[in-house]
């Protein structure tokens, strides 16, 4: 079983920035990626960044060149650094571990982009 917590969510101006983390805890050994995922009231859940195991990163096209998606192996955390933000970044965003056999979700922290 692996958890995921979630911070950093939160308000923001357009054109300012927000960093999230996402700390593991449990079986951390057996998730190979780490990704964020945001949902908008009324639209599908939708991938933002993801990283492996190996530290191959892949963004949705929306975000690309604004965010930026690390890991640090040692605190078992994930991080979204969050530029340039848009009104159009406001959304639930969520943590997610993926292993063989799981994926694993967080709770979800709130970003809103708002003047």
């Known amino acids: 079983q692996v958890q995921l917590v979630e911070s950093g969510g939160g308000l923001a101006q357009p054109g300012g920035s927000l960093r999230l983390s996402c700390a593991a805890s449990?079986?951390?050994?057996?998730?190979?990626?780490m990704g964020w995922y945001r949902q908008a009231p009324g639209k599908q859940r939708e991938l933002v960044a993801a990283?492996?195991?190996?530290?191959?990163?892949n963004y949705a096209d929306s975000v690309k060149g604004r965010f930026t998606i690390s890991r640090d192996n040692a605190k078992n955390t994930v991080y979204l650094q969050m530029n340039s933000l848009k009104p159009e970044d406001t959304a639930a965003y969520y943590c997610?571990?993926?292993?063989?056999?799981?994926?694993?979700w967080g709770q979800g922290t709130q970003v809103t982009v708002s003047s």
């Open positions: 449990g079986s951390i050994s057996s998730i190979n990626a």
């Open positions: 997610n571990g993926k292993s063989l056999r799981y994926a694993y």
């Open positions: 990283i492996t195991s190996g530290g191959s990163t």
